[in-house]
Each structure stands twice: as C-alpha cells, then as structure tokens.
C-alpha cells in the first residue's frame, strides 16, 4: 500500500511540473537587457496563446526591406490590458521596442513596447 501512495504521489507531483517544462525563457531566445527600434507596417495580428504575435514589414539596420515576428503576451494578459483581437489591424503602422533575438539572423523579437502612429495608442513601459 506505501507504493501504491507513492507511486499517487510521484504522478501528482509530475502533472504540476509538466506545464512549468513546457514554457520557455524569454531569455533564452532573446537578449532582454537590449532593445531594438523597430518602425512598419502590420501585416499579420495572431492573437492566440501561449503567445500573441504581431507581424511587421519594416526595414533592416540598412534600410532594406524586412519581414519582423515580435512575440507579445500572453491572450489572458492583454485582454487584462484592454487588448483584443481587433485592437491591432493588418496596415496599422506601428512603432516597437523590442529585445532583439540572440540569433542575429532570426527575425523575431520579444515585443517591450508599441505605438500606433496614426491616434497614439499605446501598450508597454513608457521608457522601455
């Protein structure tokens, strides 16, 4: 009967811990001490979890073309925010400071801060 409660035990105590593994670090994929200036155009809002994204066409560093990922909150933190599936449109253009991907290569970024140009809508640290 002892194992029979550990073996209950063990099983519960995995179920808690499954989640926690299956999340990453920001850190991990981006440099979150640095961030990155990024202006364009919404092509693609995805609002879903455990990440909403918002898709830019902007430029490079050099003024090349540029297809941006910035990876946003989580759906239950901006509708905490105000945030919904239609606060952010394809052809809105936008402002971000994000934290730049550890992969100088990788187009995603780690969205810290946005700004609608056309009224100034807002969402992140005022001084990101």
């Not at 593994?21 to 979150?32: K, M, N, P, R, V």
């Not at 990024?38 to 898709?55: C, R, S």
């Not at 995603?108 to 001084?127: E, N, P, T, Y």
């Amino acid at each position: 009967m002892k194992n029979g409660r550990w073996a209950l035990g063990l099983m519960g105590v995995s179920l808690l811990v499954a989640p926690v593994q299956g999340h990453h670090s920001f850190a991990a994929t981006y440099l979150e001490q640095e961030l990155v200036e990024i202006e364009g155009d919404i092509v693609e809002f995805q609002y879903k979890n455990p990440h909403a994204w918002v898709h830019l066409s902007g430029q490079d560093g050099s003024g090349k073309p540029k297809a941006w990922a910035a990876e946003w909150a989580s759906v239950s933190r901006l509708e905490r925010a105000g945030i919904s599936q239609d606060t952010l449109k394809p052809g809105d253009s936008v402002r971000i400071w994000a934290a730049p991907n550890r992969d100088p290569n990788d187009n995603r970024v780690h969205l810290k801060r946005i700004v609608r140009r056309s009224d100034g809508w807002k969402w992140g640290q005022a001084r990101p």
